[in-house]
Each structure stands twice: as structure tokens, then as C-alpha cells.
């Protein structure tokens, strides 16, 4: 949240109304890696859809930085650095026909599954987009079926994953895990689709070159929050030139006999032209009043 929160604050980000007028909201959050791509996005829309599956964040920032120094790289090269997706609930991925997320590319998903003994299977991690509870469910439902027989099923799930499986009696542990596999969400496909939203139009890349236009978009937000800090650094520099000369050349004196705002302005205008010669922008009047309120 810290990181996609950065730079609200920072007049990088443009700001809009609200749903009720009431407030302002930004129109983006400014993230400083892509978020797309660590977190995975997916949704639907008139006639087409997105399904971004999670990677790893450690293989983003690597191949970001990889960008930063080159900006070159083909995707044959980025491919060193994120070879596919990476599920946060673990399991066994066929990233072979991933296809850089682009359509038509495929993953197949497995969960993690051991055979302690001959009575009994343990479930350690599940497939992507699934949950011990459905995974249990459709275990159930294949046992019920006849595809598999099992006697019991225990959900030990705490900190990490473990689902215990316990066979009927002369029942093989492996042709087990091949029918789970085959007949249960222990085995799953997903069909990675990158469509994302540039310039108010949805349009179709692969992950790499999609990291390629997040990155130059960091470069971007970072260039912006630069010139945001350079300009406070100008004004903040000004104005103490500013105060400086009106109090080193007492131009303070010359106002205490106007009798008007007016007159007051004019004084210390008229005081500062001789000395204002190597200022970096002219003088406003939003300047003058701030002299005013010098203590």
C-alpha cells in the first residue's frame, strides 16, 4: 500500500471529484513497481476480458532495474528475468506454453501432493485460484462420483496448507494422485490474457512488454517528482533572496509613509528593481504582500 501510496502527495498524480462532489480523489495510484504484474489483475467488459496472473516480485524489480540500464532489452532477454508466473499459493506450474501472457497461452497448475504412506495422501499447496475448501468439495464430488475412493478428508490448514487425504483400503497411493489430478481442482489450466488500458483504449501486449511500459512510466513519475522538488527548491530560494534584499537594503524604511496598500506595494517594488537583476523568475505581487508580513 506504501509503495502504490508514494507519490499521492507529491503533485505528480492528477486529482478528481469524487462520486458525490464532496471530496477529491486521484484519478491513478502512482505505483512505484508494476503492481499489475507482482498482484495479478483480472476482470471483464463489453466484449473482452483481462487475466493477469501473479509474478514474483524479486524477478519484476530485477528485470525493471535490467530496463533501467537498457532500455533495449529484447523480450528474449527479459525472459532470464521472468521466465512466468508465480503463484503465492504455491503448488506445481507447466509454464511452457505461457506464451508471455499473451492470448492463446496456456498454464497448467498443479497442487502439491505427497504420499507419507500408503494410507493416506497430504495436500501441502493448492492450484492458483482455488481455496482448500473447493479443492475439498470437489474432492468429495469425484469420490462420490466413483473417480477416486477415499475414506476421509481432514483439513489440518493453519499457518500453511495441509489437507490429509485417507484412502480406502487396497486402494494405490499413486493411482491416487494420477485420478485427483484428472477428476479434481488439484489439477487446473488458466489462459493468461494481458489486456490493459493505455491512453483510454484497451489494448493487447505480453508481460515483457508490459513491464517495458511500466518501467517508462516509473522513469516518468520519478522525472515529474524531480521537477515538483526543483520548482519548491526555486520558490524557496526566491523568496529568501527576496527577504534578503529587503531587509539588507532596509527597503522596509521606504513604506512607513504610505498611506495606502497601494503606495506600500509600489515602495517596495520600486526598492527591490535594482537588486531583483539575477532572480530566476519576476517579481509578483503575491511576493510584495509576503514581504509585508515579515516580522
Known amino acids: 500500500a506504501q509503495a502504490l501510496l508514494a507519490d499521492i502527495d507529491k503533485d505528480t498524480v492528477d486529482f478528481q471529484l469524487n462520486y458525490d462532489g464532496k471530496d477529491t480523489e486521484p484519478t491513478v495510484l502512482p505505483a512505484r513497481y508494476p503492481n499489475m504484474l507482482v498482484n495479478g489483475a483480472g476482470g471483464i467488459a463489453v466484449g473482452m476480458a483481462t487475466n493477469i496472473p501473479p509474478h514474483n516480485l524479486g524477478e519484476v524489480v530485477d528485470a525493471t532495474l535490467a530496463l533501467i540500464e537498457d532500455p533495449d532489452l529484447t523480450s528474449e532477454q527479459l525472459i532470464d528475468y521472468i521466465p512466468g508466473p508465480d503463484f503465492p499459493t504455491g503448488g506445481i506450474a507447466d509454464i511452457s506454453m505461457y506464451n508471455d501472457g499473451e492470448r492463446g497461452g496456456r498454464v497448467r497448475v498443479r497442487a502439491r501432493i505427497t504420499s507419507p504412506d500408503k494410507k493416506s ?54 493411482k491416487t494422485i494420477d485420478a485427483l489430478y484428472a477428476f479434481t481442482a488439484c489439477e487446473s489450466s488458466i489462459s493468461p490474457l494481458c489486456c490493459v488500458i493505455e491512453g483510454d483504449r484497451p489494448i493487447f501486449v505480453g508481460v515483457r512488454e508490459l513491464l517495458k511500459r511500466s518501467t517508462q512510466h516509473t522513469l516518468e513519475l520519478l522525472r515529474m517528482e524531480l521537477e515538483v522538488q526543483l520548482h519548491e527548491q526555486q520558490e524557496h530560494w526566491h523568496f529568501a533572496s527576496l527577504e534578503r534584499i529587503f531587509i539588507e537594503n532596509r527597503i522596509y524604511r521606504d ?21 531583483i537583476a539575477h532572480l530566476i523568475r519576476p517579481v509578483t505581487q503575491e511576493d510584495l504582500v509576503r514581504l509585508t508580513e515579515i516580522r
Open 121 to 174: 495422501l497430504v495436500i501441502t499447496e493448492i492450484p492458483f485460484g482455488t481455496t482448500t475448501a473447493s479443492l475439498m468439495e470437489s474432492i468429495v464430488k469425484a469420490n462420490e462420483k466413483g473417480k477416486i475412493k477415499v475414506k476421509k478428508i481432514e483439513d489440518n490448514t493453519a499457518e500453511h496448507v495441509e489437507i490429509v487425504v485417507h484412502l480406502a483400503p487396497n486402494i494405490s497411493p499413486d
Open 255 to 275: 513604506i512607513e509613509e504610505c498611506e495606502t496598500w497601494e503606495a506600500v506595494l509600489e515602495a517596495i517594488d520600486s526598492g527591490l528593481k535594482p537588486h
